[in-house]
């Protein structure tokens, strides 16, 4: 009882607390006679409501009526929102839980970048005499080309995004900790594919910069280490790369800095199989 907050204030103001106990071994030892409790009658008034006929089953309305939209179809359950056989991004801005700053559904849509793999699909599909929808109008895009889309990191990414950073760094990967600030985040897409993607904690850390192979050279990477840093103007940009990385070129390209030479940094990280140079360099961009 001297958990109960009821029971400290009765203490607190000298009062007796109450002891079940006691009451009901008293009312037991009573030698009185039980007496029902009277039940007061009262008179119930129920009220009918009045009844509107549904405008919506008028018969003269019904007759107009042709067909069923599909965002309120059973093939819309069945099949989803059309805009999403295209894309894996949410179609209205949302509010970050950590900045509380609106977020758009797309960062950036590019039509112009061809990486090597898309250049390789376009081609199949014209041997083959079909545009790159199957013979269907692109009605996000310009022509038959599908933009590659910038957006922000969301739960719908997640299983993608964690194959795509082990295959490219070390196993048993998981970053659905960065769901909670997605400002600080970007994933590449092409259509409903993950073609890249890059994190960086809201201190200004870097911690995964990668894109899949054969989506390389369309400068997928440059946009997002650049869309990162703009969301940290103010602060030092730091992160680690590993000694052998090619990625270390690109960083240099943003003025990125070495300030030291870590030795057997990516030892708990790398599989001892793994080609990758367990040293590190600690690079910093002064802003």
């Known amino acids: 009882?001297?958990?109960?907050?009821?029971?400290?204030?009765?203490?607190?103001?000298?009062?007796k607390p109450f002891d079940l106990d006691s009451r009901i071994t008293r009312h037991l030892r009573n030698a009185a006679d039980l007496e029902p409790i009277p039940i007061p009658t009262t008179t119930r008034t129920t009220i009918?409501?009045?009844?509107?006929?549904?405008?919506?089953?008028?018969?003269?309305?019904?007759?107009?009526?042709?067909?069923?939209?599909?965002?309120?179809?059973?093939?819309?359950?069945?099949?989803?929102?059309?805009?999403?056989?295209s894309t894996v991004t949410r179609g209205e801005p949302w509010v970050s839980a950590y900045h509380g700053r609106k977020l758009r559904p797309y960062i950036w849509r590019d039509y112009e970048s061809r990486p090597r793999r898309l250049r390789l699909l376009e081609e199949i599909r014209e041997r083959?005499?079909?545009?790159?929808?199957?013979?269907?109008?692109?009605?996000?895009?310009?022509?038959?080309?599908?933009?590659?889309?910038?957006?922000?990191?969301?739960?719908?990414?997640?299983?993608?995004?964690?194959?795509?950073?082990?295959?490219?760094?070390w196993p048993g990967i998981d970053v659905s900790e960065?769901?909670?600030?997605?400002?600080?985040?970007?994933?590449?897409?092409?259509?409903?594919?993950?073609?890249?993607?890059?994190?960086?904690?809201?201190?200004?850390?870097v911690t995964y910069v990668t894109v899949v192979p054969?989506?390389?050279?369309?400068?997928?990477?440059?946009?997002m280490l650049y869309h990162l840093i703009q969301t940290s103007?103010?602060?030092?940009?730091?992160?680690?790369?590993?000694a052998n990385n090619s990625a270390m070129i690109l960083y240099q390209k943003f003025g990125f800095k070495p300030e030291e030479f870590v030795v057997g940094f990516y030892d708990k990280y790398l599989?001892?199989?793994?080609?990758?140079?367990?040293?590190?360099?600690?690079?910093?961009?002064?802003r």
């Open 271 to 286: 599989p001892p199989e793994s080609v990758a140079c367990k040293n590190a360099f600690f690079v910093r961009l002064r």
């Open 178 to 205: 960065n769901l909670q600030f997605p400002d600080f985040s970007v994933v590449a897409l092409y259509r409903r594919l993950v073609v890249g993607c890059a994190f960086m904690t809201p201190e200004a850390y």
């Open 214 to 223: 054969g989506w390389e050279g369309a400068g997928i990477g440059q946009f």
């Open 48 to 85: 009918v409501p009045q009844t509107q006929p549904d405008p919506t089953l008028d018969p003269a309305r019904l007759a107009f009526i042709t067909s069923t939209s599909y965002s309120c179809s059973f093939a819309s359950r069945l099949h989803g929102t059309p805009r999403l056989g």
């Open 233 to 242: 103007i103010g602060k030092d940009v730091t992160l680690h790369v590993s």
């Open 128 to 169: 083959v005499g079909r545009d790159e929808n199957g013979g269907e109008e692109n009605r996000e895009g310009t022509g038959s080309r599908w933009p590659v889309d910038y957006v922000y990191f969301q739960r719908e990414h997640l299983e993608q995004v964690n194959e795509v950073l082990c295959r490219a760094f």
């Open 1 to 15: 009882s001297s958990r109960c907050p009821v029971s400290q204030l009765k203490r607190n103001l000298c009062l």
